[in-house]
């Protein structure tokens, strides 16, 4: 890791990566811009109007080594970051969400298997916007984890 | 930062079980200290955790990870010294609340302590902070199911005892 390689500022233009990601429709386009994302190596796919979001099974993210299971964190990092291009897709935000809050539910051990994850936009105020977003692997109604988080939105 | 393993004996158990989670090692995780009271862990700055790429600041999910590494080691560290037992304990629920965003460049410190074991559950709460704890980037509160110690196997014991060789799942190397 070089961590400690300064990065260059660039202003993100967020409103225009959405737009070409539509444009295109290439959502993974957004994440593109995300390290984090890279490095726990999620996706995410079109179907309509929804988005879907994909966390392919990862040695690097794995948390317990005796199930094994994917880090707690992992997960509630991908479902974090679910919400955030949610935002930024549906929301036209300009830029990219603070989040302020986010509190995770553990309903099941996320095993070493492909994650997916569908964000639900409970309410958008001026400043805040409320998320809620579910996360399974093999049955979407067996849900590994279930989150809610606030987010700063300009 | 000053690293004091002789005042804090549980210190390296604490590190031998966060080097048995992929995700810390990838995130360089170091344990700072260990009691049963609390537990300190640094995580140190790099450029693949950024999520806010106009600013070089790291990602919430990353400050999780985090946050659920030193609450999960402070309740294994409670247990150890409490009953003289290991217990992997799942998470049951996390809530995070970021107060300010961390400054690139810099280490992240988790401080979490196990403020309260019963026979089922193991309450958390913890902080993280750049250069003072008094100025905090995020607090988080957690709770975590007790499992039997049964349910940890020989390895992972071993492992976490300091006598067992390579950790687990090291055997196809990293990279």
Partial sequence: MNSNKPTEQKTLDVQGIVKRATELNDFGHLLEHVP???????????????????LPAKDDNIGNPILPAIHGGVIAGFMEMSAI??????????????????????????????????????????????VNINCWQTNRKQLIATARAHFLID | MKVNPEFFPLTQMAQRFVDQLAQCRRLGLTVLEASEHHVLIELPYSTELIGYPDTGVIHGGVITTLMDTACGSAVVSAIF??????????????????????????????FAECYKLSSNIAFTRA??????????????????MRISPEMVGDAFRQALMGEAVPPLGETDELK
Avoid: W
């Fill in chain 2, 81 to 110: 010294q409490k009953y003289q037992s290991l217990e992997i304990s799942p998470t049951l629920d996390l809530r995070v609340d970021y107060m300010k965003p961390a400054q690139p460049h810099k280490p992240v410190y988790g």
């Fill in chain 1, 36 to 54: 984090y994302a890279k490095f726990i190596g999620m996706k995410v796919e079109r179907f309509g109007d929804e988005l879907i979001f994909k």
């Fill in chain 1, 85 to 130: 291009v949610q935002l930024m897709v549906f929301m036209q935000t300009a830029k990219v969400p603070k989040v302020v809050d986010f509190s995770i539910d553990y309903l099941r051990a996320g095993l070493h298997k492909d994650s997916f994850a569908e964000c639900r936009i409970t309410r958008q105020g001026r400043r805040v916007a409320n």
């Fill in chain 2, 127 to 144: 902080i993280a902070y750049q250069d003072s704890i008094d100025d905090p980037i995020a607090h988080a509160v957690g709770s975590f």
